[in-house]
């Protein structure tokens, strides 16, 4: 099969990057002929104010993307194209440039992006779903991408334009859901349920699992206020009995959270910075369980996945994707998100009962063997692909 791949970078690295070129080489590994085409928002970091009004433009319908996938389907003639991101320089426009030329389109929804012009759902520390139950003027008002109301309305505009034109209900043939919660999501703002599918992220490559039951408990992530790095310093100042806690990831909160550590007297926590993927996967297969603290939905952590492939039990907020995917007292814990107390609590339980959270390291680790590796990821990706040729 001809698949052209379409992703657009953010400035930042993050998790819809790794599935982009996870999936890529899953494809190439599988004979397929790849085609790729990338932008990054690096483009617009030194425009111009007069530029900042043309990317307005461009975030609603890039030309310049239209034009060249035109060309890319003209000159390649792949079966399918499969789009990661288009936020913001490739635009939701280049769906109905695959559709006139008959070209099936499957749209991998990695975030709520189509719902929330910050993409999180989440504002003043907790869950917001006002751009739902209001409407986008919600998220204007209160300016909640980047800080701006005009940065929000210009997201806003996007959306609109495209919920109007029918973009994502004509022109996409299948979306990939990465979770049923987020699936549920999407189905109750307006797209086809008959045409969204679930499929998880995948480990591309197997870890193996950890032969011990782990020296201290591990943040992996951005050091950002969606992640909930603060409840956790909380819980560990509250512990009676200290737990080594390793931090791992870098974000705009990293000067806070390190000093909010010291001040909460907290010297078992140690903040590590950002590590390379293989000194991470060293790390996680030495921990006795994962730390996910997150105030929001979350879409599907990769560090979750593997977690699971390295037989790491994970203690998740009770919320979204962490609730569906964390089986709680099988394959880790779940507690309230937001309270210092009761995730110091289940902390404590799971430091103190190694070999219940042995055994569910374990379940863990059928769980990825089930769920999350390549072969069985690469089965469903087919599977979709036939789908949306089929609707197409």
């Not at 590994?29 to 932008?39: E, F, L």
């Not at 979350?298 to 962490?322: I, K």
Request: with cysteine.
């Amino acid at each position: 099969m001809r698949i052209l791949l379409v992703h657009n970078f953010y400035r930042e690295p993050g998790g819809e990057d790794v599935v982009f070129a996870h999936e890529r080489e899953l494809l190439e590994r599988n004979g397929h002929h790849v085609i790729t085409y990338t932008r990054s928002n690096d483009e617009a970091e030194h425009s111009s104010a007069l530029d900042q009004l043309r990317l307005l433009k461009t975030v609603i319908s890039a030309r310049d993307s239209k034009k060249d996938i035109t060309q890319i389907i003209r000159e390649e003639r792949p079966d399918l194209a499969h789009v990661h991101n288009t936020f913001m320089m490739v635009s939701p426009s280049i769906y109905k440039a695959c559709s006139n030329a008959q070209v099936p389109t499957v749209h991998t929804v990695h975030n709520y992006r189509m719902l929330c012009p910050a993409t999180y759902l989440f504002r003043n520390g907790k869950v917001c779903e006002e751009c739902i139950t209001d409407g986008l003027l919600s998220g204007v008002r209160h300016g909640c991408y980047r800080e701006s109301r005009a940065n929000t309305a210009a997201v806003a505009v996007m959306l609109k334009v495209h919920r109007v034109a029918g973009t994502w209900t004509r022109h996409v043939n299948a979306f990939i859901s990465l979770t049923e919660f987020a699936k549920q999501k999407l189905i109750a703002n307006g797209l086809p349920a008959e045409r969204i599918y679930v499929k998880s992220n995948f480990v591309d490559q197997d870890p193996g699992p950890r032969d011990n039951t782990g020296e201290y408990a591990l943040f992996v992530g951005r050091l950002s206020p969606e992640k909930g790095v603060d409840t956790l310093l909380r819980a560990w100042a509250l512990l009676k009995s200290p737990i080594p806690l390793k931090i791992v990831g870098d974000g705009p909160e990293r000067a806070q959270l390190q000093s909010q550590s010291q001040q909460l007297g907290n010297t078992s926590v140690e903040f590590l910075g950002r590590l390379d993927k293989d000194q991470i996967k060293g790390m996680m297969k030495r921990s006795r369980f994962l730390m996910l603290p997150s105030l929001w939905y979350e879409g599907f952590p990769m560090v979750l996945a593997e977690s699971f492939a390295c037989g790491v039990p994970v203690l998740g907020s009770r919320l979204g994707a962490m609730q569906e995917v964390i089986n709680d007292g099988h394959s880790g814990l779940h507690f309230t998100a937001g309270s210092a107390e009761d995730l110091a609590e289940k902390s404590a339980w799971a430091w103190e009962h190694t070999a219940e959270m042995d055994a569910m390291g374990r379940n863990a680790r059928s769980e990825y063997e089930a769920k999350y590796r390549p072969e069985v990821n690469y089965a469903v990706l087919m599977g979709i692909y036939q789908k949306a040729m089929n609707q197409a």
